[in-house]
């Protein structure tokens, strides 16, 4: 019987693995990454050999590489287009682990951020253990979010005193998530959405590779430094090829 780690290796950079995550690194036998296409997507492989050179033994596990599967544009039939994608992806991981590891040795994927958070690789595995593998066993490694970074970053909280804090999308926030929340945090958003909402109310902390040395933060009134943020997202998109940004919106009390 086989196990699956499922690593959150945070932000970007090794320091800010848990120990609990370093510990379960230098358990694997096996190291699997799916390399991303695109101009710049090397680096998302880079930092995970970069983590595994800081902190495991050279000899000690091997690595195992596909490509990653695309993920055609998405519109109206968004759920439906990444259910596609999930399966595919199900598919390619489950040979990978069939094809590469032996019984009893220990497989490992490192997951950006952390695990639960706007990440596929727990359902893909639990999919997997259902369709390809019954006897494989795996268990989730939580990492620090990209949302505790920028927070940090920015020196703010997540949510007010008694007020709430919403997790969402920026697809999401476009079709209304984030009307009536006092704090929300936005991911996945690459194309500037926050420039297409009403946010005469709002205070942004936006920031872009955090914890990388690429690192760019921008904050301020919303209405006020929107355009400056657009700016920087076309610029490091020109200049990496990708972006991974996030932001958190504050919603200003009356009279505040």
């Known amino acids: 019987m086989s196990m699956i780690y499922l690593i959150g290796m945070g932000p970007g950079g090794p320091e800010y693995l848990t120990m609990q995550a370093i510990a379960a690194l230098r358990k694997l036998d096996v190291v699997f990454i799916l390399e991303k296409d695109g101009r710049g997507k090397e680096a998302l492989s880079e930092a995970r050999r970069q983590i595994l050179d800081t902190y495991c033994e050279p000899g000690t596990f091997r690595i195992v590489t596909a490509p990653s599967p695309g993920r055609r544009p998405a519109g109206e039939d968004y759920l439906d287009v990444v259910a596609d994608w999930h399966q595919r992806k199900t598919a390619l991981i489950a040979g ?9 040795e220990i497989g490992g ?6 695990p639960a958070l706007y990440d596929s690789n727990i359902a893909i595995l639990h999919r997997i253990r259902r369709e390809h593998l019954p006897a494989l066993r795996f268990e989730v490694i939580p990492g620090i979010t990209s949302a505790q970074l920028l927070t940090a970053r ?11 804090v919403l997790i969402t999308t920026a697809r999401r926030m476009q079709a209304g998530s984030v009307d009536g929340h006092s704090s929300a945090v936005v991911m996945l958003d690459s194309n500037a959405a926050f420039e297409r909402i009403d946010g005469d109310d709002l205070d942004i902390h936006w920031g872009a590779y955090l914890g ?3 690192e760019v933060l921008v904050s301020g009134p919303l209405r006020e430094v929107r355009g400056r943020i657009a700016e920087l997202v076309a610029e490091q998109k020109q200049r990496h090829g990708w972006i991974l940004d996030i932001y958190l919106l504050k919603r200003r009390r009356a009279g505040g």
Request: cysteine-free.
């Open 109 to 114: 994927i490192l997951v950006w951020g952390d």
């Open 96 to 104: 990978m682990i069939r094809d590469s590891l032996r019984h009893g």
């Open 154 to 164: 920015h020196q703010v909280p997540l949510n007010e005193i008694g007020e709430d």
């Open 212 to 214: 990388t040395e690429n």
